[in-house]
C-alpha cells in the first residue's frame, strides 16, 4: 500500500514536470495548465481517484507556499500600498462573503444565509500564484504586482475566518454578528502578534548562534510551521502569523543569512514552492469525478449552472469594489487625486481580471465535514463543493487564459515604469560601484599602494567592471603573496558587505524596482562565493 501510493505520488510528479515544460513552450501560466491536465486525466478510464485530505493541505501545504510569499514581497512597496491591499484583502473578501451569502439565499432553493455565507467565505479569496505566474510573461506597473501580491498575503485569514465562523453557525444554527466581529478582530491581531514574536525568536537564534549553511536553510524551513501550528493551537491565525513573521524576517535577512545561505535557501525554497504549488493544482483538477459523484439532491446541469452564475458574480463583484474603492476616494479628496500612486483605469481593470481563486478555495470547501454534531448529514455540503470547484475551474481558466489578451488590449506597456528595468540594473550597479570606491579609499588607503591586488581592484571599479575572484594557485606562490591573497580576499568581503548594506537603502527608494535590488544582491552573492 505505501509503495503503491509512493508510486502514485512520484507518477503525478512526473506528469507535473511535463505539463509545466508543456505549458512553458505554449507559454501557458502553469497552474492553469496544471488544471486543465488533471481534468484530463481524470477523465481516463482506470485512473484512480484521488481525494485530498484538507488537513493535507493546511498543516504541510500551506504554510511553506504562504511563507515563501511573504519572503519575497517587498515591505518598502508592501508598506507603500498598504491601503489598497487592506481594502481587498479584507474588505473586499467581507463584502464578497456578504453578497454571495444574500444573492445564493435567493438563488439556490435549499440555502440557507448561513450556508451561503459558507459559500462565500470559501470562493472570496483569490489565489497569487495563478495570477502571478500568468503575469510574469508580461510587463505591468510595478504597483499592480505589488497589490495582488499583498492582497493574496492577507485575503487568505480573511476568508478562512469568514469560513470558520460560518461553519460554527450552520453547525450550531446560531450567528451573531458582534461576536463574529469581535473574534474576527481578536483572531487577526493575535495571530500577527504571535507570528511576529516567533519570528523575534528565531531572528534571535539565527543573530547568536553560529549556524552552518544547511542548518540556517532547514531553519528557514521549519519556521513557517513553528508560527501556523503555534497561531492554531490557540485558535488565532495561523495564515496571519505565518504572514507576519515572514515578511519580518524577510526584512532582515541580510543580518541573520550569509551569503552562502542566502543562495542556498533561495534555491531551495524556489524548488519547494514549486512542486508543491505543482501538486496542488493537478490535484485539483483530478477532484471532478470525486466532486460529480458527490452531488446527491441535484443534477449536473444545476450545478454547472450556479456554479456558472456564482463565478460571475463574483467578477463583477470584485470590478464593481475595485473601481469603486479607487474612485470614490479620489472624488472626495484631493490628497487621493494628486497621489502620485493614483491607478488609471487600466491597472484598476487589471487587478480586478486577475481575481482568480486555486488552493485555499478548494482546501476550504473539502474541509466542511459530511455530517453535523448529531450525525445528520452537514445540509447543501455537495452543492457548496461542487459550486466551488466551478468557480476555480471558470475563473483560473477562462480569467487566466483571457489575461495575456487583455494586457495586450490595455496596453499598460506605456505606463510601467519611468525608467526601465536593464536601465534601472545598471543604474544600481554604477551606484554600487562609486560607493565601493569611496569604501575603499577610507578604510583601506595604505593597502591601495602596497597592495598591488588592492591596487588592482581600485582600477577595476574604476572601470566600472565587475568583482571576481582572482584564480591563484596556493601551492605555486610564496608566502608573503599569499598574505597578500588573504588582504585582498578580506577587502574584496568587506566592499561586498558594504555594497549589501547600501543596496538595503536603495530598496527603501521608490526609484529603484523591488525585482532589479534583489538581482543586484544574488550578484553580489556569487560574488563572494568565489571568495568563501
Known amino acids: 500500500m505505501v509503495q503503491e501510493t509512493l508510486l502514485y505520488v512520484i507518477s503525478l510528479l512526473f506528469a507535473v514536470m511535463l505539463l509545466v515544460i508543456l505549458g512553458l513552450k505554449l507559454k501557458i501560466a502553469y497552474p492553469i495548465f496544471l488544471v486543465i491536465g488533471g481534468l484530463l486525466i481524470s477523465l481516463i478510464p482506470g485512473t484512480p481517484r484521488v481525494g485530498i485530505s484538507p488537513d493535507l493541505i493546511f498543516l504541510i501545504f500551506l504554510p511553506p507556499l504562504l511563507y515563501e510569499a511573504a519572503w519575497y514581497t517587498s515591505w518598502p512597496n508592501f508598506w507603500k500600498m498598504r491601503l489598497p491591499i487592506i481594502l481587498h484583502g479584507f474588505g473586499l473578501v467581507i463584502v464578497t462573503s456578504v453578497i454571495i451569502a444574500y444573492l445564493s439565499e435567493k438563488l439556490v432553493p435549499r440555502f440557507t444565509l448561513t450556508i451561503g455565507l459558507l459559500l462565500g467565505g470559501i470562493i472570496s479569496p483569490p ?103 503555534t497561531a492554531e493551537h490557540f485558535h488565532y491565525s495561523g495564515v496571519l502569523a505565518v504572514v507576519s513573521g515572514g515578511l519580518f524576517l524577510s526584512s532582515r535577512s541580510k543580518e541573520i543569512l550569509n551569503h552562502k545561505a542566502r543562495l542556498q535557501s533561495a534555491g531551495v525554497w524556489h524548488t519547494v514552492a514549486f512542486v508543491l504549488n505543482g501538486l496542488i493544482f493537478i490535484l485539483i ?80 470547501a473539502l474541509a466542511i465535514p459530511v455530517t453535523l454534531a448529531d450525525g445528520k448529514e452537514f445540509p447543501e455540503r455537495d452543492l457548496v463543493l461542487f459550486i466551488s470547484f466551478m468557480v476555480i475551474l471558470v475563473t483560473l481558466v477562462f480569467q487566466g487564459l483571457s489575461l495575456p489578451w487583455i494586457i495586450k488590449k490595455l496596453n499598460l ?44 581592484l581600485k582600477q577595476k571599479l574604476e572601470n566600472e567592471v565587475g568583482f571576481a575572484k582572482l584564480n591563484i594557485d596556493s601551492l605555486k606562490i610564496t608566502d608573503d603573496e599569499k598574505e597578500q591573497v588573504k588582504e585582498y580576499n578580506r577587502v574584496l568581503m568587506d566592499i561586498h558587505d558594504f555594497q549589501h548594506k547600501k543596496l538595503s537603502s536603495l530598496g527603501m527608494h521608490t526609484l529603484y524596482d523591488e525585482d532589479v535590488i534583489r538581482r543586484e544582491e544574488s550578484r553580489i552573492d556569487l560574488e563572494q562565493s568565489k571568495i568563501g
Open 127 to 229: 489565489d497569487a500564484v495563478a495570477a502571478s505566474s500568468v503575469l510574469k510573461y508580461f510587463k505591468i506597473p510595478k504597483k499592480v504586482k505589488t497589490v495582488l501580491e499583498g492582497e493574496s498575503l492577507v485575503n487568505d485569514a480573511a476568508s478562512l475566518t469568514v469560513f470558520r465562523f460560518a461553519l460554527a453557525a450552520v453547525i450550531s444554527g446560531t450567528f451573531v454578528v458582534e461576536k463574529a466581529a469581535t473574534a474576527f478582530v481578536m483572531v487577526t491581531f493575535m495571530g500577527i502578534v504571535i507570528g511576529l514574536a516567533i519570528a523575534q525568536i528565531i531572528y534571535y537564534i539565527h543573530k547568536l548562534f553560529s549556524t552552518t549553511t544547511d542548518i540556517a536553510t532547514a531553519l528557514t524551513l521549519i519556521t513557517p510551521y513553528i508560527m501556523y501550528l
Open 285 to 364: 483538477g483530478l477532484q471532478l469525478p470525486s466532486i460529480i459523484n458527490g452531488l446527491k439532491y441535484y443534477s449536473i446541469q444545476d450545478g454547472i449552472r450556479y456554479g456558472l452564475i456564482v463565478s460571475a458574480l463574483i467578477i463583477i463583484i470584485r470590478m464593481v469594489w475595485l473601481f469603486a474603492t479607487t474612485y470614490i476616494p479620489i472624488f472626495l479628496s484631493r490628497k487621493f487625486r494628486e497621489s502620485p500612486l493614483r491607478p488609471n483605469w487600466k491597472e484598476v481593470f487589471l487587478v480586478g481580471w486577475a481575481g482568480m481563486r486555486g488552493v485555499i478555495s478548494l482546501a476550504s
Open 413 to 456: 506597456s506605456e505606463d510601467i515604469r519611468e525608467i526601465p528595468m536593464d536601465v534601472q540594473a545598471q543604474q544600481i550597479h554604477l551606484k554600487l560601484m562609486k560607493l565601493s570606491l569611496v569604501r575603499l579609499t577610507d578604510k583601506h588607503s595604505d593597502l591601495i599602494h602596497s597592495n598591488m591586488l588592492v591596487k588592482t
